[in-house]
């Protein structure tokens, strides 16, 4: 087994570039470009940030996002996005990707779920038809939908837990990292947009569709150049990079142990998963703030599913270089806006007749543009544009809000 | 009564650059820009062209919007409107909008109405409460909400209907247009948007919100222009234009008798109401035909609620300048998408691997980047994005295609 263990070819660069107590700001070089870090990789679950296109997404300088597994594999499935050259072709987005393992969705979405050694046999959401997860086949989906990132298959340990059940659950999550990177090093050349994997399995259209309609793309006078094709440097052999994930529930301890046997098996990078799980929220920044100390400085470190506003910045302040989380989105879709004076809920009647811009700091295209009156009355109407105008406000306040982080951490 | 009848002062022009038999190409000078007719006018019900921003529709050139009155008389109502300082800036759109009189919905959407000489009861559809529309509050609703062009108040003649019926229908519109106008002209300074009327109503910090969010507005550099300006002339004065509508039923004399009726008491630009009820298309294009020839030449000839991309091509061949529709909107919303190939339906698994642009002759935004395998995924796993995107094109393919018109009537 050790034979598939060695270490990765260079597909994932990560440079720290200042440093500020514990924080770091740096930049991870991907093959579809480059993400400064610490970065908020906002939601796009179905390949789709809910309501914004992906123009928007480049214009709020969106340098990765996220997509679920899990939903992709059940609609419109693996197979049809990788014989469409993968993600990033098929939803026209030229930059950076990850993938999470389908681990948590199982766990959040399915009552049902039966965990083996193998791995988790579950139901759709959608249809109660039923589906199994292994580390090999949850590693075989993401390469086969291509993010530049992807997750090790891990159990998100519940919460609370007995500490035994948590120990077990732990040790499974590494044996589990263990099959992931043994089925990834076997595999990875056939990510969809390796040039150097022509199986007959890729279909000799995969790569023919010329798209300009990149604003990137166009700007740099390049069109033609086609969204699967990796941006940076001149090598066709890049593959994916797979990150490991911490478990070990809220025992400090237990963290420990699993970041040190996570990183003898060796990943591109390290998150820390099972935590915003139900726990308090001074629990999980303690847990953030005892793991990260184990992590190796040099890689990448990903907190997942996490958090509001502040406590980006806080994850930030202790060293975190990637989150995600459905927050800002989700709230959006809630009439919950973050702004630069607190939290606003745009349903309220008091914003029915203010002519004013819903915040004043903001320089986002929702802010310079419409009133809190007009957003009230979206919102009010059920119109869809509400979700989609309040959707680009919240995204683009946590992008400055990481760009704020990122050049106080320059500032040294 | 004739004293109020008096002829408007020229609050719109309208200038016929060109012809081709029937056919016109011309420019509509309205006191919030200019409009190249003939001009298809997408449907903004509730001040929102459902799942696109505003900014998006500048993007495609669109340069009249249609509002209702019905719709944004009951929610967010006419005064919080005209208190924001009227639609435009309250939409922060600062280019002409019509809005209709609020008679087309009452006719549709009220099965309980009740109609006498005086006016409209009718029953709100979100809420089941009693309100009363008559040619004075239809219009003074218009005037509270500011539009460019605003329509006189009439009954929509249900299809079938006995001739006595339409006769008498076509009488009672006639008289409400005598009212709607009288109301008008002794009320017409009151609109939002007119400097010179500074009554106790109008909240003195009314104009005073700079708004630099539109493309339009920077790129002339004319950052701290407000939405609610005119942007033509130096006419502080301008008001709103007022437009009559010929009824008539599916009977060409009475249909005759109704323009020429209407035209007598006098107004800046004509309708044609009371098509598309249900009747067949190839009797719609009869009355148009008909109808159209008992309109001024030197007037704006609207025809409402039509239509498929064929029949306003049709439209606009026999004289007509103005057309509106929800049909590209709607069906946008059902995954239904015009093309220059034919209608598609992009929910049927056939587009599931289509790799190809929706239309590979249109350059749209949606066009240019995304997959009718993207599009069709989108749609069936139910993402707002599907009817953002599905919107953008079919309102590219409507206006593109009056684009058409226009130069085919320029080339003679």
Redesign the interface.
């Known amino acids: 087994m050790q034979s598939a263990l060695e270490s990765q070819p260079m597909s994932l660069e990560f440079q720290i570039e200042a440093t500020k107590a514990a924080a770091r700001a740096g930049r991870l070089i991907t093959p579809h470009g480059e993400v400064e870090t610490p970065v908020f990789m906002p939601v796009g679950t179905?390949?789709?940030?809910?309501?914004?296109?992906?123009?928007v997404l480049e214009e709020l300088d969106v340098q990765i996002l996220l997509a679920n597994t899990y939903h992709l594999y059940l609609?419109?499935g693996v197979e049809?996005i990788r014989?469409?050259?993968g993600l990033h072709r098929?939803?026209?987005w030229p930059r950076a990707i990850l993938t999470d393992s389908g681990g948590f969705q199982v766990f959040s979405l399915n009552d049902l779920r039966k965990v083996s050694e193998e791995g988790v046999t579950f139901r759709s959401h959608l249809d109660g038809s039923s589906h199994f997860f292994s580390p090999e086949s949850a590693t075989q989906a993401q390469i086969g939908l291509g993010a530049d990132i992807i997750m090790a298959f891990d159990e998100c340990t519940e919460y609370p837990a007995e500490s035994e059940r948590v120990r077990q659950s732990m040790a499974l999550t590494l044996r589990w990292a263990e099959r992931s990177k043994k089925y990834f090093e076997q595999h990875k050349q056939e990510v969809p947009w390796n040039a150097n994997h022509v199986g007959p399995d890729v279909p000799v259209?995969a790569g023919?569709?010329q798209?300009?309609?990149?604003a990137e793309i166009r700007s740099a006078g390049q069109v033609g150049t086609s969204f699967d094709s990796p941006r940076t440097g001149s090598a066709p052999t890049q593959t994916q990079s797979l990150f490991g994930i911490v478990q070990g529930g809220m025992d400090p301890a237990l963290r420990n142990e699993s970041a040190e046997r996570t990183i003898e098996i060796g990943f591109s990078g390290y998150a820390i998963g099972g935590l915003s799980v139900g726990e308090p929220r001074a629990l999980t920044q303690e847990i953030v703030a005892a793991t990260v100390l184990h992590l190796p400085v040099d890689k990448p470190r990903y907190l997942m599913g996490v958090g509001t506003p502040e406590e980006i910045v806080e994850y930030a302040d202790l060293g975190i270089d990637m989150m995600d989380c459905v927050l800002p989105t989700r709230a959006a879709r809630h009439g919950l806006l973050f702004t630069s004076e607190g939290k606003i809920s745009i349903k309220q009647a008091r914003y029915?007749?203010d002519?004013?811009p819903l915040d004043p700091n903001c320089g986002c295209?929702v802010c310079?543009?419409?009133?809190r009156?007009?957003l009230r009355?979206?919102y009010?109407?059920n119109?869809?544009?509400a979700?989609?105008?309040n959707t680009v406000h919240n995204l683009s306040f946590y992008l400055d809000t990481m760009r704020a982080v990122r050049h106080s951490i320059g500032l040294g």
Chains 1, 2 share one sequence.
């Open positions: 179905l390949a789709s940030v809910k309501g914004v296109p992906q123009e609609r419109p049809q014989r469409l050259g098929f939803m026209a259209w023919q569709r798209l300009a309609g990149s029915a007749g002519d004013g295209r310079r543009r419409y009133s009156a007009y009355h979206l009010a109407s119109e869809v544009l979700q989609v105008l």
